[in-house]
């Protein structure tokens, strides 16, 4: 065990962000902590790592245990990359070798190891303190949203990295691929309260959908048993003269009783403007900046109810073209012609320029104060509490509202607009699992058409119907279906090692002539395969300042470990088979 806490409690001003808290933390545990905006999840990690109080309970650490923390807004002690993870690295007690270091780096997407950080983007800083969580030779890592900011093929990279790791593993993340494949463990905070769920996300949402049926019969035998009561209570002044003081404290403890509020009252319901025939043609797109070609020649006439995601490495021009779409950036080649009924509605990876002492109601009253709705007028206040924005929140500040929550309000004000085309640049960075679901069900019944950025390959699977991927050379290529249908048809394009799933063991339990060979050769195979991933090591350790030869022969070395996986999964099964 390496915590164990004991009746946790906390709170923020009149908020319970925990109530009873109790759970433990093993040594082999992978953790997804899960719940709405607001509710405390970075709180939690924020106690666990003892950079925050709790008011009351018990936690007990494990002697000596070594805990990294990941936050959502890093801060460093220096401002060179190299420095940085340099200072971390001298801290191990076993220091990582350079190259690994460079190399982790590197499957990040920071290649200039000199960098300073205070020229970066908050989305590189990210990613320079995970790969610091990474290189920490700890018993627990404690993660705030480590998907943030990365792109599909660094997020497919980060899971197997941490599938691998030895740490044990504590994290806020709503990646709903990567809590299904890393997680071994569920912890919902819902209102203070925790539930856990030993399994990954298809358990966890099997479990809840349980507990909320529960949840709600017991409210409605509540309300029909306050109800019989009432009415005994209130029965005429002599027969209350006689009724029994156990009963009239049943009473009490009946009208006391608070159930909660049950998530689904989100609600996104939004208007549109009329879209005509017409609506957005690029032709011949391109955009440069001085010193590097984004893409060119971008071709595409926008369909009314099109459902497109645009994929690619970070800084190879996505949110720059949803830019050049929507109208913020002009193209360097290339036009664009918009229909005269067109609305667009735009929303970016953060609002920028947004004054954060702005009242909720005033940020969204900017844009407008009623919204008609299936022929109902909804005014600001009242899409605020469909949005989970109760009435003593409309006058709090932004800066006071935790990220999600902000991310959340920043969407209902994109909607109050009533496009008619939607363009999403990373819409699922910082919105809990809840307000996904929501959306993606609010997309589906849109009738406008929709392009969106993501890296979240489950939103891409659920929301889009054709991607656009950015090729090396600059254009973007189409290929129908969602992020999954995309990977199948580029691996049998490049012919890939794909890796597939062990062959079901056979009845017979005789090996053929064939197997017995096959068995024969499998060590001599895979003894090559390790010899050569040791030579591809010390390749890499001399090729440390050259990062595209380090990125060359990482993804080779990859390649031979995914290699070594088939066959010692091959090799485990002809044995098992001759022993019978």
Request: net charge negative; with cysteine.
């Amino acid at each position: 065990m390496l915590i164990s806490t004991e009746s946790l409690k906390k709170n923020i001003n009149d908020k319970c962000i925990l109530k009873d808290a109790s759970f433990t933390i093993e040594d082999t545990d992978k953790i997804a902590l899960i719940g709405v905006n607001g509710t405390g999840k970075s709180t939690l990690l924020k106690i666990l790592a003892g950079i925050e109080n709790y008011d009351s309970g018990t936690i007990i650490k494990k002697n000596g245990i070594k805990i990294h923390y990941l936050p959502q807004n890093p801060e460093f002690k220096t401002d060179c990359v190299w420095d940085e993870i340099q200072l971390v690295n001298s801290k191990n007690e076993h220091p990582v070798a350079e190259f690994e270091l460079k190399s982790i780096l590197t499957k990040l997407g920071i290649t200039d190891y000199q960098s300073a950080m205070s020229t970066m983007s908050g989305g590189q800083r990210k990613r320079v303190a995970l790969a610091l969580a990474l290189c920490t030779s700890c018993d627990l890592l404690l993660l705030d949203e480590p998907t943030n900011h990365l792109d599909n093929d660094m997020v497919e990279w980060l899971e197997n990295y941490l599938i691998r790791s030895k740490s044990a593993i504590f994290m806020v993340t709503h990646d709903r691929y990567f809590l299904d494949r890393v997680c071994t463990k569920m912890i919902e905070l819902d209102q203070g309260d925790l539930y856990i769920h030993n399994g990954n996300y298809e358990v966890y949402l099997e479990n809840k959908e349980t507990r909320i049926e529960q949840e709600k019969l017991a409210a409605h035998k509540h309300k029909n048993l306050y109800k019989k009561e009432l009415e005994w209570v209130r029965a005429g002044v002599q027969a209350r003269g006689t009724k029994s003081n156990s009963r009239l404290q049943r009473f009490e403890e009946l009208r006391q009783k608070r159930f909660k509020q049950q998530e689904e009252s989100l609600k996104i319901n939004a208007a549109m403007q009329r879209l005509g025939n017409k609506t957005i043609e690029c032709m011949n797109l391109g955009f440069d900046y001085p010193e590097k070609q984004l893409f060119h020649d971008f071709n595409y006439v926008l369909l009314r109810q099109d459902r497109i995601g645009i994929i690619g490495e970070n800084g190879c021009g996505k949110s720059t073209l949803l830019d050049v779409i929507a109208g913020l950036k002009q193209p360097t080649f290339g036009t664009i012609e918009y229909g005269t009924t067109v609305k667009i509605g735009y929303f970016r990876q953060a609002d920028q320029g947004v004054d954060l002492n702005t009242r909720v109601i005033d940020y969204i009253e900017e844009v407008s104060k009623v919204i008609e709705y299936d022929r109902m007028t909804l005014s600001a206040s009242q899409m605020l509490e469909r949005f989970l924005f109760p009435r003593n929140m409309h006058y709090t500040t932004l800066s006071r509202l935790s990220g999600g929550e902000r991310r959340r309000l920043y969407l209902l004000r994109v909607l109050m607009q009533e496009p008619n085309i939607l363009l999403l640049d990373e819409p699922t960075n910082d919105l809990d699992i809840l307000t996904l679901d929501v959306l993606e069900d609010y997309l589906d019944n849109f009738q406008g058409a929709i392009i969106t950025v993501s890296h979240d390959r489950y939103f891409l699977d659920r929301v889009v119907d054709k991607v656009f991927v950015h090729q090396e050379d600059g254009t973007f290529k189409q290929y129908s279906g969602g992020y999954s249908d995309y990977l199948i048809k580029s691996k049998d394009e490049n012919k890939k090692v794909v890796i597939q799933k062990p062959i079901e063991k056979k009845k017979r339990s005789l090996l053929s002539y064939m197997e017995k060979k096959e068995l024969e050769q499998l060590p001599e195979k895979m003894e090559l395969l390790e010899t050569e991933m040791e030579t591809l090591d010390h390749q890499m350790n001399e090729c440390q300042n050259d990062f595209a030869k380090l990125k060359e022969l990482s993804d080779i070395r990859t390649q031979k470990e995914e290699e070594l996986e088939i066959l010692t999964n091959r090799w485990m099964e002809l044995e098992e088979k001759k022993e019978g």
